[in-house]
């Protein structure tokens, strides 16, 4: 198994984010073969962004997933523009790429509704640039969040479409969509997911939110009527709370129920909800300042794990461009 996953370079990474992707990357780790974790930066220029910011939300995120224990010597963890591959793959496959299908991409005609002046073609190909991200390590599996699997189907018709043009040359990998985080609900609208583009700014709890800020957020959660603490779809505050209890503390929504048997009204759920996320984020946040105000540092870990990176990519981009003969063929290099 060969585990892939990119990571969008914000450092406004919230508690659905950590518990459904991040906490799944760590784990990741735990699994024969390889798990290489890709910054995707090349995919942050294709809306408007500014270049300065970019650089700083990349190191953002490196740090959050080295802080949540993400280890960059049991792992590959490196910055997409820094793998040259990516992008020439990118290149290679669209014309393997169906225009149709790109066109019925949901998330292109989300994020192009949503922009101000310019939709640039490079929206349009994201996609393809996804594609190549996974298909030049020939990985297996890819974790990611339920609004991914467009991508995911298209990633693997073009991998197929490849095979059956040139040989079989690339893996079709498989998705895995993590169930807990996809369940992670907005604390003041829960059954909305928590998102940073979707959600309410109070409902939305950030990794490196502060302890206070984090009490705040759920002493004034959302909640349903009456006064019983269970899950169900017809208290979607409580089960929230519930699921974010048994998440952070690692258990079962079940025994999440059953330790608040004594409790005396939601407030009781609410603040032990609150001290079992500030107990999961309070040392990821400490972590995190350490690394994020060593650059160099974070610089260091990126370039290793692009070599590293680029190690892979070389040898699959050779077979990929002798195959579609463009380049000096293998036979004539020396
Ligand atoms: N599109 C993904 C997202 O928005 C990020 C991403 C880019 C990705 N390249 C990838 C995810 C490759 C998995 C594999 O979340």
New binding site residues.
Partial sequence: MRI?????PTGRKHLGNFIGAIVQYVAGQEQEGESIY?V?DL?ATTVAYEPGVLRERLYDTTAILIAAGLDPERSILFRQSDVREHSELAWLLSSVTSWGDLNRMHQFKDKAGAQRDLVSAGLFT?PV??AA??LAYRATT?P??D??RQ?IELMRDIAARFNARYGDVLVVPEGVYPEVGARIMDLQEPTRKMSTTGGTEEGTVYVLDEPKAIEKKFKRAVTDSGSEIRAGADKPGVTNLLEILAAARGTSVADAETSMAGARGYGDLKGATAEAVVELLTPVRERYEALRADEGELERILGRGAEKASAITADVLTDVRAVMGVGCPPAARR
Wanted: proline content about 0%.
């Fill in positions: 892939f996953s990119g990571i969008q890709c995707v995919h994201y640039l996804m991200d996974v890819v990611v969040g609004d991914q991508h």
